[in-house]
């Protein structure tokens, strides 16, 4: 009922930008939190940020200060902008969204991910 598609993942050297962005699509009636989380080789998955649909953000301690998240309501879209990238950053990136949508007869609510983007930043 929901699809979300990512972008804007790269190859990018140490102490560059990218900017990744997360569409949601489908019978969606509202979203409530969106969130980006990353997966490097051989690590458990980890929220690298949230921001909720009234705009309040919270960030992992590693990326305060270089990664942005921001979000277009009416376009149903999330954004992390990441500055300052270190290797260690380097991990597939997937955004996440707390969704109610419409099934016809009712409104469900229900978690959706989106592919997952590689973003690999070299030394």
């Known amino acids: 009922q929901v699809q979300l598609v990512e972008s804007g993942g790269g190859l990018v050297q140490a102490g560059g930008s990218l900017r990744l962005s997360c569409a949601a699509s489908?019978?969606?009636?509202?979203?409530?939190?969106m969130g980006w989380y990353r997966q490097a080789p051989g690590k458990q998955r980890e929220l690298v940020a949230a921001?909720?649909?009234?705009?309040?953000?919270n960030y992992a301690d590693s990326v305060k200060g270089r990664f942005t998240i921001s979000r277009d309501n009416a376009k149903n879209t999330v954004y992390l902008q990441m500055n300052s990238l270190k290797p260690e950053d380097t991990a597939v990136y997937s955004c996440n969204a707390d969704v109610k949508y419409y099934t016809g007869t009712y409104v469900l609510r229900s978690a959706y991910w989106g592919q997952g983007t590689q973003v690999t930043v070299s030394s």
């Open positions: 921001i909720t649909s009234g705009g309040s953000t």
């Open positions: 489908g019978n969606i009636f509202t979203i409530n939190t």
